[in-house]
């Protein structure tokens, strides 16, 4: 069964920092990954996706890579802002019938002016 | 911007009582989802529905849970008697296409239906 982690749960820093989140999964068979954001009592964002067969996406300041046979992706944030303040989500999809994903516990980031 | 549009956005319910949460998925998409938040908890996933048939379900999908789409716009998630543990944010989710061909596919999800169960 797939188990998603990221670290660290929540994370502070100054406007301004550049900063790197972590997902990691333990089922290497995946065919995509994909990282959300989720503001409070709001649905879900589509940040980026990574296919399997991918290293690495980039959209504006935000870049994310996958090393799909370790098990790993990081979330790179360029210049955080106060409006990045978000619980941001990592999760990968299966290659079942159903395509369901699977999702990490996310990682709370406040972004102080 | 194409949107998934969930309603009602919250609901309160009494234990027992059947609930009926409704999902507009993107037009030109085939591929339609349910997953679950409880409060302070990962996203599950609950269902995945194709050509008007579930392509699967969850351990948490039990008889309880039923999805439909009764017409050409419309995506449902009933409940039949909910349970105090239901109490979640339930989220629809569309793409256009799925199987191998994923991987190009963002999943669009809609806002969320706050469900609160008594």
């Known amino acids: 069964k797939q188990e998603v982690t990221q670290i660290p749960a929540a994370l502070s820093v100054p406007e301004g920092e550049n900063l790197v989140l972590n997902c990691s999964f333990t089922d290497s068979a995946i065919y995509n990954l994909q990282w959300f954001r989720q503001d409070p009592g709001k649905g879900l964002t589509s940040l980026l996706l990574?296919?399997?067969?991918?290293r690495e996406q980039t959209s504006g300041r935000l870049n994310a890579s996958l090393d799909k046979s370790s098990g790993r992706s990081t979330l790179y944030i360029a210049a955080s802002q106060p409006g990045d303040s978000a619980t941001y989500l990592c999760?990968?999809?299966?290659?079942?019938?159903?395509?369901?994903?699977?999702f990490g516990g996310g990682t709370r980031l406040m972004v102080k002016p | 911007e194409p949107e998934v549009t969930q309603t009602p956005s919250h609901q309160v319910t009494q234990m027992g009582q059947e609930v009926i949460l409704r999902c507009v998925p993107i037009s030109n998409h085939l591929y339609f989802y349910w997953y679950r938040q409880i409060l302070g908890q990962k996203v599950e996933f609950l269902v995945s529905f194709y050509n008007n048939e579930i392509s699967e379900k969850s351990e948490i999908f039990d008889d309880q849970f039923s999805v439909e789409r009764p017409d050409g716009s419309n995506f449902t998630l009933k409940i039949r008697s909910t349970k105090l543990e239901d109490s979640a944010m339930y989220f629809c989710?569309?793409?256009?296409?799925?199987?191998?061909?994923?991987?190009?596919?963002?999943?669009?999800f809609g806002a969320g239906s706050r469900l609160t169960v008594l």
């Open positions: 990574i296919q399997s067969s991918q």
């Open positions: 999760a990968v999809e299966g290659n079942n019938a159903g395509n369901m994903l699977t």
């Open positions: 989710a569309s793409r256009k296409s799925g199987g191998a061909t994923s991987g190009a596919n963002v999943l669009t």
